[in-house]
């Protein structure tokens, strides 16, 4: 479990100061995948480093399992940090060193003995499919191979958390599949922490749990992935996007929809037909499953001659969302 609290940091330029995180307030439960997600500059490397206190958070505090990391012995941040693992965009392995010497790397650090870390090493090629590399050097691996090594490891030291800096943002789609994939099923596996750093919408929704939007170092939505969809802010808008207003040919008003769960199965169009006695016209859709929830996202135009307050009410009642964009 890792807790932020109130997270600062300022940088200082000349005499001109850089408020890089700005209040960052979440946390993340055992187990759980959370992605941050953020444009370039949002602060979210940033974060990764102030997490690790590899930089020095100018106020704030991080809790890993409870224990706040920032007022503790040099001593026990080294401990501390061999808890978090991790993984990076390029996994920045020793060219020297065969796939199973990279992965025995940390474990060398820890003081067992040599078959002990053999033991392990094989353990974990296994869990993250490079049994068959185990000899080979990073020049004679595919690029997300050598990322199934970086993941390795990181699990060297068998850490509560995984933090993943873009982790597929080197990688072709096919393989960033993969390596998501491989992700979540370490995190059902081995039930650690993930928090995933990205600005791919596509890879918080394939792993993530939960994810919050990272803006000009403030988070400014945040939440499960059902319920930011249903909150219709702007991650929701990123999540299920719709394609740009296409022109109608037909006048009368324009709803967004967006629902969740059981009501993603109900006929709702054809209920507003039926109810009300009016022709709907759907402009534009999108409906995906996400984890094990599914999400619908509608933009319908209704008849002129629609009551569109009683339609909206009629919707709010069944627990989905709309809003009028337009006549
Ligand atoms: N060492 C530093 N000194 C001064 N300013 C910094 C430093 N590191 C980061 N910043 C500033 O902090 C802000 C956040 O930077 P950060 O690298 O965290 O963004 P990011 O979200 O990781 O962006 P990207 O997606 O491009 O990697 C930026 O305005 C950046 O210029
Ligand atoms: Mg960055």
């Not at 040599?114 to 990073?138: I, S």
């Not at 059902?188 to 939007?213: A, F, G, P, Q, Y």
């Not at 001659?305 to 627990?319: H, I, K």
């Amino acid at each position: 479990m890792i807790s932020v609290t109130d997270l600062r940091k300022v940088y200082r330029q000349g005499n001109r100061e850089v408020v890089a995180l700005d209040g960052v307030t979440m946390d993340v439960p055992q187990g759980s995948i959370h992605g941050i997600i953020g444009h370039s500059g949002a602060g979210k490397s940033t974060l990764v480093r102030c997490l690790t206190l590899l930089d020095r958070p100018t106020s704030g505090s991080v809790a890993l399992n409870g224990k706040d990391l920032t007022n503790v012995s040099d001593k026990e941040l080294l401990t501390a940090r061999r808890r978090i693992g991790m993984v990076f965009q390029h996994a920045n392995l020793f060219d020297s060193r065969t796939t199973e010497e990279n992965v025995a790397f940390p474990l060398e650090l820890t003081g067992q003995s040599k078959e002990e870390r053999a033991k392990k090493v094989q353990d974990l090629l296994r869990l993250t499919g490079l049994t068959d590399f185990a000899k080979a050097y990073p020049s004679q691996l595919s690029g997300g191979q050598r990322q199934r090594v970086g993941i390795a490891r990181a699990l060297a030291a068998d850490p509560d958390v995984l933090l993943c800096d873009e982790p597929t943002s080197a990688l072709d789609p096919r393989t960033t599949e993969e390596i998501l994939d491989l992700i979540r099923s370490l995190r059902d596996r081995l039930n650690i922490t993930v928090l995933v750093i990205t600005h791919e919408m596509h890879v918080v929704k394939r792993i993530c749990d939960s994810v919050s939007l990272l803006e000009g170092g403030k988070i400014v939505e945040s939440g499960a992935l059902s319920e930011v969809v249903s909150a219709g802010g702007r991650l929701s808008e990123a999540v299920l996007p719709l394609p740009g207003n296409a022109a109608s040919i037909a006048e009368g008003p324009i709803l967004e929809l967006l629902y969740s769960g059981d009501q993603a199965y109900s006929p709702v169009i054809s209920a507003i037909t039926k109810t009300f006695g009016i022709d709907v016209n759907v402009l534009a859709g999108s409906i995906e499953e996400l984890g094990t929830n599914k999400f619908a996202h509608l933009r319908l135009q209704l008849d002129p001659s629609t009551d569109v307050d009683a339609v909206l009410q009629f919707l709010t009642d069944r627990g989905i969302s709309a809003t009028v964009k337009g006549a």
